[in-house]
């Protein structure tokens, strides 16, 4: 049997990655008072530690596979090595942004990104307490009896995970003061809408029943429109 990631471990690594966000941050503003990026990372610690610490009691199996996915699709890992190198500046331009006052973004909206960063949040929490299969990688797993989930956020888009995600990404850019961390992000985004199609098309095929879903359940991503 694989061995586990323990809860300690996954806590430690929360605040490390919330460290270097941090670093990525305040070291390109040369300025560690920057109220907008504490708010931020305050709201990324304390959801990340919500979640490893709810989901080792309530479905340890699911964070497991989260912490340790594997990638079966070659198209997966190619998409995700790309969208990584596309999101990676929008983690960092912000800070340049504030340090040089490239562009402006009035205050109240960027308390309208943190808003609707934090329902992305909302929306992620929800999905992964929704379906025990989510996974990082594009995979059927068929060794804990698979099946499509149609509850919960399901019954809005067939992709609610990644609908929570392009909620957080892009208004966390807003949230920041930083318009030109948009660019990046759009780059990303059309990274993970490629993921989507070709994920949907692997379920259509191999998941049993999502065929029938997709039918009651009409939009992949964004609901109303796709």
């Not at 323990?6 to 430690?12: G, N, V, Y």
């Not at 956020?153 to 609908?163: A, D, Q, T």
């Amino acid at each position: 049997m694989p061995k586990q990631i323990t809860k300690p471990l996954l806590l430690i690594v929360v605040y490390m990655v919330t460290i270097f966000l941090g670093l990525g941050l305040f070291l390109p503003a040369e300025n560690f008072l920057w109220l907008e990026a504490w708010i931020y990372l305050v709201i990324f610690s304390i959801f990340f530690t919500v979640v490893v610490l709810y989901f080792s009691k309530h479905d340890p199996e699911m964070l497991q596979k989260r912490a340790k996915p594997k990638f079966v699709e070659k198209w997966d890992k190619i998409i995700m090595v790309l969208m990584g190198f596309g999101f990676f500046p929008t983690f960092i331009i912000p800070g340049f942004e504030k340090k040089y006052g490239w562009s402006y973004v009035p205050f109240y909206v960027e308390i309208i990104g943190f808003v609707v960063l934090s329902l992305g949040l909302i929306i992620i929490f929800l999905v992964m307490k929704e379906n025990t299969f989510l996974s990082k990688a594009v995979e059927i797993q068929k060794d804990r009896g698979h099946i499509v989930i149609t509850t919960g956020p399901y019954r809005i888009v067939r992709h609610p995970m990644y609908l929570g995600f392009i909620l957080f990404i892009v208004f966390y850019c807003l949230a920041l003061g930083s318009l030109y961390s948009l660019i990046p992000t759009a780059l990303g985004v059309v990274g993970l809408v490629i993921r989507t199609i070709l994920e949907d098309r692997k379920l259509h095929k191999e998941l049993e029943g999502y065929t029938e879903y997709a039918q009651k359940t009409k939009k992949k991503l964004i609901p109303l429109i796709w």
